[in-house]
């Protein structure tokens, strides 16, 4: 996965204390607040030891960068891994290296600060310019960077990662007066899912609504893997490098030590657990286990209702006529010794990746496999608190949004064969399938028969997963679709009480011009008093950069700011019309030789500006703009 990337990863906003564009806002800011929680592989790591790194003049002294310093990862590459990867069993640090995640907002908005390095590593940077450019307050915007490399137990056990998350929200609620806007960003949402059930176990039932009630105004959850992704099956096989300088099999050892490797499976929409909140009420203790089971429906449906499987790997076979090696007695067969064997191809769902079968059954061809194994059932299937590796349910939060890409070219399967290289690197892609256009491709350009979605994904996590929060709608949803850039209006779609049934997904019958980049939102304010749910569809926005999406952040402030309006007149801003909020969105028309969007930007030069756009800017007359949106 992609870090930040698939993995970036659950982030908490804080839009408070907005200032005023040129003094004319109506509305008080002051009490929101929020928390920024980054996701996979989006927080810096910084060493907490001293390490020698003979053949290389760049040691590790405590408190220097680690993830990321690509100087260091390109001197001394042996040095930097022993201070990235951990014990594969119990999730301890190297015996030579320890690294712990940097804390504040610097850890999340440059991954590697540099003149070069820093724009190709920015996470949060933009979005931190933005907060600011509206008038946001330095104390209400609060980062909360954690160990991405850990499984969510060993958050808690060795950082008391929510015990500190739990206090960061009374601490916010104390400051601003009000409660915080969540925005999570790919894992982040996850650790946001196991901080509200372990929040369940640490608060007592009857204060546990009110809680959420008083510390969260609002959740944003931002390329969320809600059932997973697929490039995490094949990080765990062939490795993947992160766009990092270093070999795939290095990338591939790092990766699985790491706890977290597990948490973003792919998983079947069919497949739970028991609730364990029912024994918050009669004392259980938590050294129980959940029951995994799957319905009727896993049966019945093929691919765990995926668009098809997961992995198909080529393992090879002692005897021809033997179908399934897992089975027969090949425990002492070795790696030089398979080459004399027929291939047997087998076939996994995401069923069979996340509930252990695919990891069993490659155990004799891949040492890896049994780490992985243990890793799954010990920090996952046997978690006392949740097994994330089961199907959302819609959080008890009072507003919910949840945003992600759609319609890009997306790996939702993969077909793996034995290379004839030595571990790590003993796995070869051979084809790659991929969701477009509502239509599965192989790597060549085949078309492949399954069952893909409405459109494609992120890029990073299929549409399958992503789209699983629509959902937590009612049986009534209203849905519009409108450009991302700004708008007259004349292109806005919309449809109103369309009908929902759970467990299946909502295609709107909207046109789209090949041209325009589209957002369609499905919002439902109506079927559980007192909770607002929207979905938020971007054409073409990238799993990694929609946290950087002018798009995204123009339609959050807005949504923020119609919400703390004492005049609105609607659940949710309306999307009648799109006007520029900020100098970076007036341009130069050279059409008509000024100015676009006049009503509300002007030619104003101010030295420095090198081109017509660069001097056009915003009036100050943004409060008949902002009419348009109560």
Not at 205 to 227: C, M, N, Q, S, T
Request: aromatic share 12%; glycine share 8%.
């Amino acid at each position: 996965m992609r870090g930040g990337h698939v993995g970036f990863v659950v982030t908490f906003i804080l839009l408070a204390a907005a200032g005023n564009l040129c003094g004319e806002f109506a509305g008080d800011y002051s009490k929101l607040s929020g928390i920024i929680i980054p996701g996979f592989a989006s927080t810096q790591l910084r060493a907490w030891s001293i390490l020698d790194c003979p053949y290389s003049p760049l040691d590790f002294n405590p408190l220097d960068l680690v993830w990321l310093d690509t100087t260091k990862l390109l001197s001394a590459v042996n040095c930097w891994l022993k201070c990235m990867m951990l014990d594969p069993y119990n999730q301890t640090d190297h015996r030579e290296c320890k690294s712990r995640p940097d804390s504040g907002l610097s850890a999340i908005t440059e991954l590697d600060p540099g003149y070069i390095t820093g724009p190709l590593s920015s996470v949060w940077k933009e979005w931190i310019k933005w907060c600011i450019e509206f008038g946001i307050e330095a104390n209400a915007i609060i980062a909360a960077p954690y160990d991405w490399r850990l499984s969510p137990s060993k958050l808690e056990e060795r950082d008391l990662y929510f015990h500190k998350l739990k206090l960061t929200f009374e601490t916010a609620l104390k400051l601003r007066g009000g409660p915080s806007i969540v925005f999570a960003h790919s894992l982040g949402n996850n650790v946001f899912r196991y901080f509200l059930e372990w929040l369940k176990l640490e608060i007592a039932p009857k204060e546990y609504g009110r809680w959420l009630d008083d510390h969260i105004h609002a959740y944003f959850a931002v390329g969320a893997p809600l059932l997973g992704a697929i490039e995490t099956v094949k990080a765990t096989l062939s490795g993947s490098t992160f766009g990092l300088p270093v070999s795939e099999g290095t990338a591939r050892l790092m990766f699985n030590t790491f706890g977290s490797s597990i948490w973003m499976l792919p998983f079947s929409k069919h497949c739970t657990t028991d609730n364990v909140y029912r024994r918050h009420f009669s004392g259980g203790n938590r050294k129980y286990h959940h029951a995994y089971h799957c319905d009727e429906h896993e049966l019945k449906s093929k691919y765990s209702g995926w668009p098809t499987n997961i992995i198909n790997i080529e393992v090879p076979s002692i005897r021809g006529n033997e179908v399934y090696p897992s089975v027969v007695e090949t425990a002492q067969t070795n790696l030089s010794g398979m080459e004399c064997g027929f291939p047997t191809q087998l076939s996994f769902s995401a069923r069979e990746v996340s509930d252990g079968t695919f990891f069993k059954a490659i155990k004799n061809y891949d040492p890896d496999s049994e780490r992985l194994f243990h890793l799954l059932k010990k920090s996952y299937h046997d978690d006392p608190i949740l097994n994330p590796l089961t199907p959302w349910e819609r959080p008890p939060l009072k507003n919910i949004f949840c945003i992600y890409g759609v319609d890009s070219k997306t790996e939702v399967g993969y077909y793996f064969a034995p290379s004839g290289k030595p571990y790590p690197d003993n796995w070869i892609i051979t084809d790659v399938i991929y969701e477009i256009e509502g239509s599965l491709y192989s790597r060549s350009g085949n078309l492949v028969e399954g069952y893909p979605g409405a459109t494609s994904g992120d890029e990073t996590v299929p549409y399958h997963s992503l789209s699983w929060c629509k959902n937590w709608l009612g049986p009534k949803v209203n849905i519009t679709r409108t450009p991302q850039s700004e708008h007259d209006g004349s292109d806005v779609q919309v449809h109103q009480n369309i009908e929902h049934q759970h467990g299946e997904d909502i295609i709107p019958n909207m046109t789209k011009l090949p041209t325009m980049k589209y957002i369609t939102y499905y919002e439902d304010s109506e079927s559980f008093p007192g909770t607002r749910t929207a979905v938020w569809e971007l054409d073409k926005a990238n799993h990694r950069n929609i946290v950087r999406s002018s798009a995204l952040m123009r339609e959050l402030w807005l949504e923020m700011w119609h919400d703390i309006h004492p005049d609105k007149k609607s659940n949710f801003v309306t999307k009648a019309k799109r006007g520029p909020l900020r100098d970076e969105d007036c341009y130069w028309d050279y059409g008509k030789a000024r100015c676009a969007w006049s009503e509300h930007c002007e030619y104003r030069y101010v030295f420095g500006d090198v081109h017509l756009g660069q001097s056009c800017r915003l009036k100050c007359s943004t409060s008949h703009l902002l009419s348009h949106y109560v």
